[in-house]
């Protein structure tokens, strides 16, 4: 087991001026799970590659413990990686494919099945060890996957979106089972996803990269609390937060009828940078719908309603500066309002995050 280091890390490919991976700087500590989430093209998978060897290091440095593995070639770095597409060999057994890195590197027979079959017990795949590939579910060729990583005991697991091709039922029986492998097995992880919900799910903390930019890094619930910039709190959240660009008012914001209050340091702030506005941020759980009669907080018109059982997702529209505005409220499985309705609504006090709208950081604390 090891830590990771990317200190400095940038990658330039051949033929542009622009990074795709811009001075990173990640400490991963020995047995954490970290997971790399970001949209397409954001420099999360060349991040990934970077640490395999698969991809230059242009700048700085990558380190594997007390080693550094900037230059080494992938052979010789201790790691294991688990691809997109399974990169199994059809023409082996399941028992072949786990042991063939082991079977190159020179291991005995007798070594290489016990520790086959030890990975196979962990991942309920005793039954098909003599089957090859073409007769494996996609849930199950991942899981081989997965142990022909296991057998190599090395000291940094490498998985590069290794759910994608699976159904969404499998995708979220899958993601437990690799979380909770990775605890049992305490070996250090780096997991790339685009799927916000599978990195707050699965991830001890939780990489957010954009034009190969770190934009923050931190536990799951710390980011989905206090989400560091815009981009940040747009990302992280399914729906997402409710960003609403409103006018600077008195002991606080205006928002719609109402004033929401906001600590003075966070006006004065954004009064110091010249700003009349700021954006304030609103999950869909902190907004509360009024009473019947009042026009208090923000008109919502209802468009789309999801019903989810014990809870419901209003999709509407609101005027916010004369320019209509959509926004996401969460209202209790039974109180859920008609379409075409209009309801109005209020932050919940304490739950707005205020967000400067001319460098789009976060002001609240």
Known sequence: MASVTYDNATRIYPGTDKPAVDKLNIEIEDGEFLVLV????????????????????????????????????PK??????????????????????MGFALKIAGVPKDQIRAKVEDAAKILDLTPYLDRKPKALSGGQRQRVAMGRAIVREPQVFLMDE??????AKLRVQTRTQI???????????????????????????????????????DSPRNMYDKPANLF????????????????IADGGVKFGNSVVPVEREVIAEAAG?????????????????????SDAGLAVTVNVVEELGADGYVYGTAQVGGEAKELVVRVGGREVPEKGAT???????????VFSISTGERLTD
């Open 343 to 353: 309801i109005h609504v209020v932050p919940r006090a304490g739950e707005a995050h």
């Open 273 to 293: 940078r010249g700003d009349k506005t700021v954006t304030v941020g609103i999950r869909p759980e902190h907004l509360d719908t009024v009473g019947e009669g």
């Open 38 to 73: 970001g949209p397409s093209g954001c420099g999360k998978s060349t991040s990934l590659r970077m640490l395999a060897g698969l991809e230059d290091v242009n700048g700085g440095a990558i380190r594997i413990g007390d080693r550094d593995v900037t230059h080494l070639p």
């Open 76 to 97: 010789d770095r201790d790691i294991a990686m688990v691809f997109q597409n399974y990169a199994l060999y059809p023409h082996m057994t399941v028992a072949q494919n």
């Open 232 to 247: 940040v709190a747009g990302f992280i959240g399914s729906p997402a937060m409710n960003l609403v660009e409103v006018p």
């Open 179 to 217: 979380a909770s492998l990775q605890r049992r097995l305490g070996i250090t992880t780096v997991y790339v996803t685009h799927d916000q919900t599978e990195a707050l799910t699965m991830g001890d903390r939780v990489a957010v990269l954009k034009d190969g930019l770190l934009q923050q890094i």
């Open 162 to 167: 290794p759910l994608s091709n699976l159904d």
